[in-house]
């Protein structure tokens, strides 16, 4: 056996060789593979805690001709036979001795393909590298590989221990980037409260006014518009699918931001009108008092996972319903 040896280093980013763009249906298994992992985990916090911790499982042996797809969630994924389709692995290596026809992906983890092995499919690794023992791998000539071989082992520790995203760690760097993070959200409300305050204000009368309205209608946004990139993701051809899937990132940052901005806000009027009565008029303040209070929400341990969903469905709500016009100082005057 040959020695295996990698093809990207630690600080390469993304390698993409020459053909097609990535196709789609490698996308859907990674983001089958994922829900399954939240689902997973979901479980695990359900059952009482017990004291053992994640290690180091055997890799999952798939031996003889196997159709379908394969999954490894926190272990290893080893190919010594056929695999029809693909392999996913999240938290865990996928090592092919023997031939894969259809696609290879992983997260936290590398693709390692030993002397003689054939991969049919596109390449993807987050979070680790591609090696392969043949001078020439044996693939086909129209492949894709994308490979972000950074944090490999803080990728791998989170997939093998998803329960830990749940329950922040707390330290003195963790309080640091809280700190920024405050600080980041409340330069970015006064810039955008500058460059646009009717239409913050309207968003923070509307939120203050009809808050189930809104909710309700950024829950049906955001189902309508996830079901509609996905069918224009798999029925349309690459090129107008790329353009689809950018226009629906385009959509969810400019909605997250102007959402928490608004947010941010309207927390804060309340948080002064409350608390706070001899500073009821500076905006500053509340929107210092309304990025404080939401950036303690969200580092709750087992919380912050519905704040943030929160703040994504009152973020497409305030987003779909910004043509509409309100009074700020009516909704606050009480």
Not at 52 to 65: A, H, I, M, N
Request: net charge positive; proline share 4%.
């Amino acid at each position: 056996m040959g020695i295996v040896s990698p093809v990207s280093n630690v600080n390469e980013s993304v390698i993409q060789q020459p053909g097609n763009l990535i196709t789609t249906r490698m996308l859907w298994k990674m983001c089958a593979a994922l829900s399954a992992l939240l689902l997973m985990v979901i479980v695990t916090c359900a059952q009482p805690n017990g004291d053992s911790q994640p290690g180091e499982r055997p890799p999952l042996v798939v031996e003889g001709v196997t159709n379908g797809n394969v999954y490894g969630f926190g272990r290893s994924i080893k190919i010594t036979g056929t695999l029809k389709e693909g392999a996913v692995a999240i938290g865990g290596d996928v090592i092919v001795q023997g031939t894969v026809e259809g696609d290879v992906a992983v997260i936290g983890g590398s693709v390692i393909q030993l002397e003689g092995a054939r991969i049919g499919g596109d390449v993807i690794v987050v979070g680790g590298g591609y090696r392969h023992a043949d001078k020439t791998p044996i693939r086909n000539k129209t492949i894709n590989d994308v490979i972000y071989a950074g944090y490999e082992q803080e990728l791998r520790d989170m997939m093998r221990n998803p329960t830990g995203l749940l329950a922040p760690h707390w330290s003195s760097t963790y309080f640091g980037l809280r700190l920024l993070a405050v600080l980041f959200w409340f330069v970015v409300s006064l810039a955008l409260t500058t460059a646009m305050p009717g239409a913050v204000s309207r968003g923070v009368a509307r939120l203050q006014l009809t808050s189930l309205q809104v909710g309700a209608i950024g829950f049906l946004g955001a189902i309508v518009v996830g079901a509609a990139v996905a069918a224009c993701l798999r029925l349309l051809a690459t090129p107008f699918s790329a353009v689809v899937g950018m226009m629906a990132l385009l959509f969810v940052l400019l909605a997250g931001v102007f959402g928490r901005v608004v947010i941010y806000a309207a927390t804060g009027r309340w948080l002064q009108r409350k608390y706070l009565p001899f500073s009821k008029n500076s905006e500053s303040v509340a929107l210092l008092l309304g990025t404080v209070c939401w950036a303690i929400l969200s580092s709750l341990p087992y919380v912050w996972p519905g704040v943030v969903a929160v703040t994504l469905v009152l973020s497409f709500g305030l987003a779909l319903t910004a043509g509409r016009r309100n009074d700020w100082k009516k909704a606050t005057a009480g």
